[in-house]
T-cell receptor
Framework: SAVISQKPSRDICQRGTSLTIQCQVD?????MFWYRQQPGQSLTLIAT?????????ESGFVIDKFPISRPNLTFSTLTVSNMSPEDSSIYLC??????????????FGPGTRLTVL | AQSVTQPDIHITVSEGASLELRCNYS??????LFWYVQSPGQGLQLLLK??????LVQGIKGFEAEFKRSQSSFNLRKPSVHWSDAAEYFC??????????FGPGTRLSVLP
């Protein structure tokens, strides 16, 4: 398994501002994922981030709103841009824990709890 | 369309009682199957997973799950629930090389 940390753990932000969330892994991983968990809801995949290429966004999510960086195999950032109260959610980073395996499984960071006023 | 359902939104059990959380999926092929637990204010922790082989899989914290192909189910069980098991439980499925799809979650409350 991988140990994943996220910064910040929580934040309260004003409408119209942006927040960058960091995700750090203790080992090199091929794929990193960003999820959103709205209050009382399940997880929705925002995008997949591979090192050295552009992130792949899921339907309903766009790069202008959620720009992602993946500068190396242990780190990624997600920015929530021009925030509105509807962006209040938990944002979770996860990694593919089976880089050299036939199977895929994911391990999650502790999440970043974002409140937009 | 591919989907994952967890029919029970909220379950309450007494401490020491047995537990079963249901998960059903609708996929064209048998996917990989996972159960995650999310304690309040925490991220997700992997409880167990099924890829192939023995249909009864053992996980951490005394949990087990049984894959039933005929019912497209992967139900999570625990023989004796502890108060610390109160949390949100998510079933997830994925085909190899494809993204995870999470169920809506089941919130477990434990009575003393």
């Amino acid at each position: 398994s991988a140990v994943i940390s996220q910064k910040p753990s929580r934040d309260i932000c004003q409408r119209g501002t942006s927040l960058t969330i960091q995700c750090q892994v203790d080992s090199q991983v091929t794929m990193m994922f960003w999820y959103r968990q709205q209050p009382g809801q399940s997880l929705t995949l925002i995008a997949t981030a591979n090192q050295g290429s552009e992130a792949t966004y899921e339907s309903g999510f766009v790069i202008d709103k959620f720009p992602i960086s993946r500068p190396n195999l242990t780190f990624s950032t997600l920015t929530v841009s021009n925030m509105s109260p509807e962006d209040s959610s938990i944002y979770l980073c996860s990694v593919d824990g089976a880089r050299d395996s036939l199977y895929n499984e994911q391990f999650f960071g502790p999440g970043t709890r974002l409140t937009v006023l | 369309a591919q989907s994952v359902t967890q029919p029970d939104i909220h379950i309450t059990v007494s401490e020491g009682a047995s537990l079963e959380l249901r998960c059903n999926y609708s996929y064209g092929a048998t996917p990989y199957l996972f159960w995650y637990v999310q304690s309040p204010g925490q991220g997700l922790q992997l409880l167990l997973k099924y890829f192939s082989g023995d249909t009864l899989v053992q996980g951490i914290k005394g949990f087990e799950a049984e894959f039933k192909r005929s019912q497209s189910s992967f139900n999570l069980r625990k023989p004796s629930v502890h108060w610390s098991d109160a949390a949100e439980y998510f079933c997830a499925v994925a085909l190899y090389g494809q993204n995870f799809v999470f169920g809506p979650g089941t919130r477990l409350s434990v009575l003393p």
